[in-house]
């Protein structure tokens, strides 16, 4: 009587050896089409090519993300076959690497030994719990987002009656979250004189950038994007086409699409902002406006954590770059400009299906530039 094959989805025993001037790890798997072939990595050391070999056991999977997922089937295994479900979607690559650290870091660690039947409201409730009292309310709503998408895959296969994640306790940070505060005209003048006159903020490029960020409200990501082909100087205009981000393997790129799809837009510049960008250095149409000190992207978390450190030396702790797009929507409110003309202005998109169908989003002119002309 021969033996068994293995069952779909598994793997055999695991042999590593010596290979070149490394070492070669290798095994058989069973793919999610029946047919067992062999998976080998390879490493300097033998623990490394072990640990590509487990790695690429792991994403496997993706092999089969069409796979039939059971009430025995193991959570880490449920993970895997969903990130391979949405990795096939338009996500954004920050998005998808956020789900896959949430994957790694707090999920599988601690639910990925148990099987589908055993994800219950109870227990998904003890682990939020727990992840919020350790990482915060963010990170546990992230990982109650991500539970919530696996639990469905499996309703959708009948491995699970329904969706327990959506019955588990609200997460209500630890802390009580602070309440928003913009700057007053007189706080954004202190603070710009001090940064014009700080070495370390000339040196980097902080006085501009903070400028930039007052005229138009954008996203440090957003603002580090901005090409010069997208600047019309004539005109007074600034085009948002993307934002920059890290990704994994390739590092600082440009997505070519901003946070949401509200986030393409044009705006109008105040004459101050126009004037500054007329006296910063042009170094080519494709190149961006604020680039590192080789003339390459700016990191942008980097970037964020000098502006904290500024903010600190001038004795503005609670400032944080998101305090400039709350004051610019606050200089608009107080001028009794809409809110929809402040949507239009910070690339929102949560404004009501009726003003997105019969409004134009596009419009370059918010009213914003004549408002910011006081920060001048």
């Given at each position: 009587?021969?033996?068994?094959?293995l069952?779909?989805?598994?793997?055999?025993?695991?042999?590593?050896?010596?290979?070149?001037?490394?070492?070669?790890?290798?095994?058989?798997?069973?793919d999610y089409?029946?047919?067992?072939?062999?998976?080998?990595?390879?490493?300097?050391?033998?623990?490394?090519?072990e640990?590509?070999?487990?790695?690429?056991?792991r994403?496997?999977?993706?092999v089969?993300?069409?796979?039939?997922?059971?009430?025995?089937t193991?959570i880490?295994?449920?993970?895997?076959?969903?990130?391979?479900e949405?990795s096939?979607?338009?996500?954004?690559?920050?998005?998808?690497?956020?789900?896959?650290?949430?994957?790694?870091?707090?999920?599988?660690?601690?639910?990925?030994?148990?099987r589908?039947?055993?994800?219950?409201?109870?227990?998904?409730?003890?682990?939020l719990?727990?992840?919020?009292?350790k990482h915060?309310?963010?990170?546990?709503?992230?990982?109650?987002t991500?539970?919530s998408?696996?639990?469905?895959?499996?309703?959708?296969h009948?491995?699970?009656?329904?969706?327990?994640?959506?019955?588990a306790?609200r997460?209500?940070?630890?802390?009580?979250?602070?309440v928003?505060?913009?700057?007053?005209?007189?706080?954004?003048?202190?603070?710009r004189?001090?940064?014009?006159?700080?070495d370390?903020?000339?040196?980097?490029d902080?006085?501009?950038l903070?400028?930039?960020?007052?005229?138009?409200?954008?996203?440090?990501?957003?603002?580090?994007a901005v090409?010069?082909?997208?600047?019309?100087l004539?005109?007074?205009?600034v085009e948002v086409r993307?934002?920059?981000i890290?990704?994994?393997?390739r590092?600082?790129i440009i997505?070519?699409?901003?946070?949401?799809?509200?986030?393409?837009?044009?705006?109008?510049?105040?004459?101050w902002?126009?004037?500054?960008?007329?006296?910063?250095?042009?170094s080519?149409?494709?190149r961006?406006?604020?680039c590192?000190?080789?003339?390459?992207?700016?990191?942008?978390?980097?970037?964020?954590?000098?502006?904290?450190e500024a903010?600190?030396?001038?004795?503005?702790?609670?400032?944080?770059?998101?305090?400039?797009?709350?004051?610019?929507?606050?200089?608009?409110?107080?001028?009794?400009?809409?809110s929809?003309?402040a949507?239009?202005?910070l690339?929102?998109?949560?404004?009501?299906?009726?003003t997105?169908?019969y409004?134009?989003?596009k419009?370059?002119?918010?009213?914003?530039?004549?408002?910011?002309?006081s920060?001048?």
């Amino acid at each position: 009587m021969g033996r068994p094959p293995l069952a779909v989805g598994t793997y055999g025993r695991t042999s590593t050896s010596p290979y070149g001037t490394g070492y070669r790890a290798r095994t058989l798997y069973r793919d999610y089409d029946g047919v067992t072939r062999r998976v080998e990595k390879h490493g300097r050391t033998k623990g490394s090519a072990e640990r590509a070999l487990r790695v690429a056991l792991r994403d496997r999977v993706h092999v089969g993300a069409g796979a039939e997922i059971t009430p025995d089937t193991k959570i880490a295994v449920l993970a895997d076959v969903w990130f391979a479900e949405i990795s096939s979607q338009d996500r954004s690559p920050g998005t998808l690497r956020a789900y896959r650290d949430r994957l790694d870091r707090q999920v599988i660690p601690a639910l990925g030994s148990l099987r589908v039947r055993e994800l219950s409201t109870g227990m998904v409730d003890r682990h939020l719990r727990a992840v919020r009292d350790k990482h915060g309310a963010a990170v546990a709503k992230l990982c109650r987002t991500v539970l919530s998408g696996m639990a469905g895959l499996a309703t959708r296969h009948d491995a699970l009656e329904h969706n327990p994640v959506r019955d588990a306790g609200r997460i209500v940070p630890s802390k009580p979250k602070r309440v928003p505060r913009a700057l007053s005209v007189a706080e954004v003048r202190q603070l710009r004189a001090w940064l014009r006159y700080d070495d370390k903020a000339r040196e980097r490029d902080l006085p501009d950038l903070v400028d930039m960020l007052l005229a138009t409200g954008l996203r440090v990501g957003e603002c580090l994007a901005v090409t010069w082909d997208a600047v019309d100087l004539s005109a007074g205009t600034v085009e948002v086409r993307g934002t920059v981000i890290r990704m994994k393997g390739r590092g600082l790129i440009i997505k070519s699409a901003p946070k949401t799809r509200a986030g393409f837009r044009t705006l109008m510049l105040p004459s101050w902002a126009v004037e500054m960008l007329r006296m910063r250095p042009y170094s080519g149409p494709d190149r961006t406006v604020f680039c590192s000190v080789l003339g390459g992207l700016r990191d942008r978390d980097n970037t964020i954590g000098y502006l904290r450190e500024a903010f600190n030396a001038a004795e503005f702790e609670w400032v944080t770059s998101h305090t400039f797009r709350k004051t610019v929507a606050t200089l608009m409110d107080q001028a009794g400009l809409s809110s929809r003309a402040a949507a239009d202005q910070l690339g929102h998109a949560n404004v009501s299906l009726t003003t997105d169908v019969y409004f134009g989003r596009k419009a370059a002119i918010t009213g914003a530039a004549a408002v910011l002309e006081s920060l001048g």
